[in-house]
C-alpha cells in the first residue's frame, strides 16, 4: 500500500518532495504539509520514508512478508551509517528488529563506463543476464550477498 | 514614529471601549476557531486515541516527574526555538515571525488596556516594542514567503500563487505591514491615507483572527501538543512503533548484530551527513 503522512509530525520540510523516484509527493494546498497525490502511482519504495527527518511517513508493507495490520518502520541514520528496520505484527506478538550498514555509494560514483567495456560475444548475448551485470547481482543462487562476499567495504561519507 | 502609541491618537476618533470590545472579539474568534477546528478535523480525538495506543505499547511507565521534564525539554526545545525545523533558515524565520507576533500582540493589547489615550501616556518602551515586533514579524514573514516556502522554494511555483496554506502568513503579514504604514501615515499626518491603511490594518488582522477554522493559525496550540507526545512515546520505549536508536559501540547491540562490528569496526566512525548535507533542491 502506497505512503501516507502524519500530518502532526510533518513540518512540510520537502525532502520528500526532493526524493520521490515518481514525483508523487508534494506539499498540499490546505495546510502546506506533505502528502501523496497519486497513491495508485506509489510503488512503496520507502526513499521518502527514509528521507523524512521526522519519520513523519509511513507504509503498510505488502502482506508476503507479515499479516495485514503490520507496522514496518525504518530509521535511516546516516551519521551512524547504519538503517534499522522494525517490523511488528498487529497482534504485537511478532516485533522483530534488524540493523545493518548503508551500503549506498556517493552521488554520481556509481556511473559505469560502458564504453570501456568490450563488446558482448555470442554467448552473452544469449544469455539471460544483462550486458555487464555486476558480480554482485547473484543469479548462481550462492549465499546471501554481503559486502565482503562481494569485496566491498565501507566508507565514510554516505549520501543518498 | 517609533515612540508615537498610534491607538493614543485613534483615540480621538474611535473611543477606547470601542478599541476594547474589538481585541475581546478577536480573542473570542480565536477561542471559537480552534474548538471548531478541533472538531471539525476530530484533531483532539485523534490526538487522545494516539495517545492510549502509545500507552498500550509503551515498554516502561513513564511518571509524572519524567513527563514534567519531558514537558520542560519540550518547552526549551520546540516551543522557544522551534528546534523541531530541520531547515536552519526556516527555524530563524520561523523565530522573528513567532517572537514578532508575540510581542506586536503583547504590546498591542497592553497599550489599548492601559495606554489607550493621550491622557494615559505609555512609556516609550511599549510602542517601541509594538513597532519592533511588527518588524521582526515582517523580517521572518517575507523571508518565509519569497526564499523559504517549500511550495515554491521546492516545486517551483511562483510566489505570488496564493492557495488557502497561505490564509495564515498572508493574512499575518498584512496585519504587520499595513499597521507599520498606518502608524507611519499617521504620525506624519497624512489625513485620507491614515484612514486607509487603518482600515486595511483592521481588514487584515479580522481576517487573521476570524480565519483560524480555515487557515492554520491553530498549529501554534496543537503543535507543541504533538512535540510532547513525539517525546513521551520515545520516553515510554513505544516510540511510534519505529526501531530504537541503537547505539553501535554497545557490545549487547554488537552482539545481536554480528554485521555491523564486522563492517563497521567496534567503534564505528562518523559516517557523513547524508542528506542534510545539501538542501532538498533537485526537483
Redesign the interface.
Known sequence: MPTFVYM??C?????C???CPS?IM???????RAYNIEPNMCWECYSCVK?C???AIDVRGYADFAPLGH?V???R??????I???I?FRN?KKDI??????TTKPWGTAIPDLAGESAPSKEMRDSELLFNEPKYVRMDEGGLN???SNGL??K????? | MFMSNPFAELSATIPAAVMQGYVILMVLLVIGGTVLDMIHKKSAQYFFENAKKAQQNAKRTVDTGEKASIALKTLANEVLTSGEFCNTQRRISHLFTMYGFIIFVATTAILIFAYPTPATPAPDILPLLWHIGALMLCFGGYWFWFFIRVDVSSEGLSWFRLERADLFIVSLLTTATFGLIWSYMQFNGMGAWTTLFFVLFIAASTTLFGSVLWSKFAHMFFKPAAAFQKRVAHADGSSENLPADFDLTDPEVQKKFPDIPQYMGKNPAYMGAGIRREGSSHY
Open positions: 502532526t509530525r513540518d512540510g520540510c520537502g525532502q518532495v526532493d526524493i514525483d508534494h506539499i498540499d494546498k490546505t495546510l502546506r528521507a527527518p521526522h519519520q507496522s518502520r525504518v530509521l541514520d546516516e551519521e551512524k551509517g547504519t534499522a528496520w522494525r511488528k504485537g528488529e534488524l540493523l545493518a550498514p548503508i554481503t559486502l565482503e567495504t565501507l565514510e561519507g554516505v549520501y543518498y
